[in-house]
């Protein structure tokens, strides 16, 4: 899970620090640098999952062709090349970030570690790195920069010094091993050392894998999609048509899964999803009313608000516990209704589950759920992060806004629900009119 992130020269972002909460939630204006948070965090973990010294692939723009999936599903982001995101008055790029990796299970004393980097990113190649892992208060911190001597790092567990390798890529470093004063070690202790290094080397790229993201754009734009003949690896694919392919091929393949939409879905829309395989070759996505004499019809007939649903709750029932959502517009074409149940199912799914959202929103019914189950008790102030965005002459401003136990943000929030009410205000005046 993220603690802190701070962006330095990227798009309109000059210094913008956040500090993250079990629930973050960015709102602003369009244009204010919200999606940039996303977007900087993308483009990290894929240059770290190519293991690369790049931060904008050099060949941007190009399409592979592979099929049915029009760009590899590698691919999250695509911004251009580096001098499209590099601020006009910056030399580079600088991200921190903080976050906390965990194990899943105990190996070799280590449950969970604290991980920090800085990264420096010049003409498209990362320059230098330096940053620390704290496991259970043991602590080794690693440095590099480029054209100088890299010298790894040392962790001590117990009687066990494990090497932190450090790479000159963004995966920053890798397992380098480890050295043991007793030299007859059962085999079974030898492997848990060894899965213990490859842990501790993968740490930084870790936490990279631990963010998903949920696009703005989402949804079934036809009555059916190829069957690719495998479960796809990922839903988190770079455009509006590979995400709506892989998506019903992975709820075609998964039954459990389905089922668990299905119910997600009854809840919030009175429908299910099925599929029927047509010809051998596609699938057609139907939805069916939970009512006794509700028909079938094709889901991409239910309606623009209902097939941006399955979109979003397919990604959160992949995540794992400890895990990041980085949610773009949950309200869009949803029912001012139906925007406050998916928020309220988010919050539930999130405690639940435990796991991180972040989430991007204009919508005051998302944000009203949110303070409301601060003001119900279900939430404490601590749980949520909420910044407010705006844009000052190309910079980015970002403000931490308090909320308290009451779910009332202190400051309140400028050009948010003063619009509802400015409406408001202006409809009064005219039924006043003779």
């Known amino acids: 899970m993220l603690k802190t992130i701070r962006l330095k020269n990227f798009k309109l972002h000059e210094d913008t620090s956040i500090e993250a909460a079990p629930i973050t939630v960015f709102i602003g204006p369009n244009n204010s640098g919200k999606s940039s948070i996303f ?9 770290a999952s190519r293991n690369d010294r790049l931060l904008c692939e050099s060949s941007a723009g190009e399409v592979p062709a592979q099929q049915p999936y029009q760009y590899s599903p590698q691919r999250a982001v695509d911004l251009g090349m580096f001098e499209e995101v590099l601020r006009r008055t910056g030399s580079d790029i600088q991200v921190e970030f903080s976050g906390i990796v965990h194990a899943g299970k105990p190996v070799g004393g280590m449950d969970q570690a604290f991980v920090s980097a800085q990264l420096r990113v010049r003409e498209n190649q990362l320059v230098s790195h330096a940053g620390s892992v704290d496991v259970s208060g ?38 380098g091993g480890y050295h043991s004063d007793n030299l007859n070690l059962p085999p ?120 941006q649903v399955p979109f979003i709750i397919v990604p959160v029932l992949l995540t794992a516990p400890n895990e990041t959502v980085l949610l773009s517009e949950p309200e869009a074409h949803l029912h001012p209704k139906r925007q406050c149940e998916l928020t309220r199912m988010l919050l539930t799914v999130a405690k639940k589950e435990n796991i991180q959202f972040f989430i991007e929103t204009h919508s005051e019914h ?14 404490s102030p601590a749980d949520v992060a909420l910044y407010y965005f705006q844009n000052k002459n190309g910079i980015a401003e970002v403000g931490k806004r308090e909320i308290n136990q009451f779910g009332q943000v202190d400051g309140g929030l400028p050009d948010f ?4 009410l400015a409406e408001l205000t202006d409809y009064l005046k005219a039924l006043s009119k003779p």
């Open 39 to 47: 977007q900087a965090l993308l483009l990290l973990r894929q240059a």
């Open 366 to 379: 998302v944000l009203h759920t949110i303070l409301n189950a601060v003001a119900r008790g279900e939430r």
């Open 188 to 307: 079974e202790t030898l492997l848990q050392y060894n899965e213990t290094s490859q842990r501790l080397g993968a740490l930084p790229t870790a936490l990279f894998r631990s963010m998903h993201p949920i696009y703005a754009l989402r949804g079934f734009e036809e009555w059916g999609y190829p069957i690719t003949g495998f479960p796809p690896t990922s839903l988190e694919l770079l455009t509006l048509h590979d995400r709506a392919i892989a998506l019903p091929n992975a709820l075609a393949s998964d039954r459990r899964l389905k089922e668990r939409l299905s119910e997600q879905l009854e809840g919030l829309l009175k429908i299910s999803i099925d599929f029927e395989v047509v010809a051998g070759k596609k699938l057609k996505v139907w939805a069916k009313g939970s009512s006794n004499n509700a028909g079938e019809t094709l889901f991409v007939n239910e309606g623009t608000g209902a097939n």
């Open 417 to 420: 629900f003063e619009q509802s």
């Open 138 to 175: 043991a602590k080794t911190a690693w440095e590099f920069v480029q054209g100088t001597q890299i010298k790894n790092s040392l962790l001590r567990l117990g009687s066990v010094q494990f090497v932190l390798q450090v790479l000159e890529t963004f995966q920053l470093t890798g397992p």
